[in-house]
């Protein structure tokens, strides 16, 4: 849940990422959704034997039980998950290298506009002083002028 999305949002500046930056992203992306789901598959009901079979054997510290019972998942692990595997589309990669963007939060949030024109405050605005998370150091506040 994306509690400040209400209230915040971003304009992105387009910084070029480069083929390296994209497959960390990735792997990254994938490794999350990896764990996700193998703890989705050992806590789903139709798994619940295996789950017991493991919590059993852990409690008696039998190893080779365990890893058994738990190879059972990883084997659900590796049929499903190639089918929600993430990865940028060529067209995507050739965009953030050449164009820029924050692949970071694809899937996360949603693109709403383009900035066509005053261009320099948006240059103003990324000259600001930030913290080690990013976040200008003080709020910046959007006002409009009506015409």
């Known amino acids: 849940m ?27 992306v994938n490794n999350s959704k990896r764990q996700q789901l193998g703890y989705a ?38 049929d499903t998950f190639p089918k929600i595997k993430f990865s940028y589309s060529e067209k995507a990669k050739q965009i953030y290298s050449t164009q820029g963007g924050t692949p970071q939060l694809d899937g996360s949030y949603t693109a709403f506009g383009e900035v066509i024109e005053g261009l320099y405050i948006l240059d103003s605005i990324a000259k600001v002083a930030v913290d080690p998370r990013d976040r200008p150091l003080s709020d910046l506040k959007i006002t409009i002028k009506k015409l």
């Open 2 to 28: 994306k509690a400040s999305s209400g209230s915040q949002f971003y304009i992105v500046q387009g910084k070029t990422v480069s083929a390296a930056e994209l497959n960390q992203m990735e792997t990254m």
């Open 41 to 78: 598959l050992f806590n789903a009901p139709e798994n619940q034997d295996i789950k017991n079979q493991v919590v059993y054997h852990q409690s008696l510290r039998n190893t080779d039980s365990v890893n058994f019972y738990a190879n059972k998942i990883e084997a659900l692990l590796n």
